[in-house]
């Protein structure tokens, strides 16, 4: 949990001080101390800025590396074994999102907001769009990762069976125990595969944190 701070005008320091912030005199910044009930101090919390704010990006989840992820499901029609790939995505990775303003002006001016980094390792899903560099990257891996309609409606980014074509969709492999991306023993976990890739990052996706117990337990390769 990141520190919180404040802005305090000098002309109110001593009310804040009063009411429980404390002065950092390294960072020069008032914050509120752990164990203080942040609910008095909550006028000098900073206020996003329009200024400060960037226009939505193309894509909305970046980092400055990644991993590509081999795993294996069992195909649900023709029952072979085929391998399947996603996206490993480190604590660093950050995720675009929108701020939405006090006053109703400020919301539908534009679409802006900010880059936040939740701080855990995740996988992602639901990919609907990927930069070309990171599309080029899986294609060394796969050419069964492709855009198609979900049965629940909606197009995303989907492996395909390497035997027989058909779609292995998200929610099985992603959301399920013991599914292609949800290890629940250290044992499943060994058996993916995770190969580091030196560039950024960028696609529009979900980034779910069901594999992160087990990640280290997974093999770790460089890029060849
Ligand atoms: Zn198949």
């Given at each position: 949990?990141?520190?919180?701070?404040?802005?305090?005008?000098?002309?109110?320091?001593?009310?804040?001080?009063?009411?429980?912030?404390?002065?950092?005199?390294?960072?020069?910044?008032?914050?509120?101390?752990?164990?203080?009930?942040?609910?008095?101090?909550?006028?000098?919390?900073?206020?996003?800025?329009?200024?400060?704010?960037?226009?939505?990006?193309?894509?909305?989840?970046?980092?400055?590396?990644?991993?590509?992820?081999?795993s294996a499901t069992s195909c649900w029609k023709c029952f072979n074994s085929t391998r399947v790939f996603s996206f490993v995505l480190p604590e660093e990775h950050e995720q675009f999102e929108l701020?939405?303003?006090?006053?109703?002006?400020?919301?539908l001016s534009a679409n802006r907001g900010e880059w936040n980094c939740r701080g855990y390792r995740g996988t992602a899903s639901s990919v609907s769009s990927l930069s070309p560099q990171v599309a080029k990257q899986l294609s060394r891996f796969t050419e069964n990762f492709k855009s198609a309609y979900s049965k629940a409606g909606g197009r995303y980014m989907m492996n395909h069976c390497e035997h027989c074509?058909?779609?292995?969709?998200?929610?099985?492999?992603?959301?399920?125990?013991?599914?292609?991306?949800?290890?629940?023993?250290p044992e499943q976990a060994s058996r993916m595969i995770l190969t580091k890739i030196n560039e950024r990052f960028e696609s529009n996706c979900g980034v779910g944190f069901a594999s992160d117990d087990f990640l280290d337990c997974m093999r770790v390769q460089e890029q060849g």
């Open positions: 949990m990141p520190r919180t701070d404040l802005k305090v005008p000098f002309s109110q320091k001593d009310e804040a001080k009063s009411l429980g912030a404390r002065w950092d005199p390294t960072l020069k910044v008032w914050y509120v101390p752990d164990g203080v009930d942040i609910a008095p101090l909550v006028q000098w919390l900073p206020v996003a800025k329009e200024d400060d704010l960037e226009h939505e990006p193309e894509f909305l989840v970046r980092s400055p590396y990644y991993y590509v992820i081999e701020v939405e303003g006090e006053d109703e002006g400020f919301t074509g058909s779609k292995q969709g998200d929610f099985f492999m992603h959301s399920e125990p013991g599914g292609a991306f949800f290890p629940t023993s």
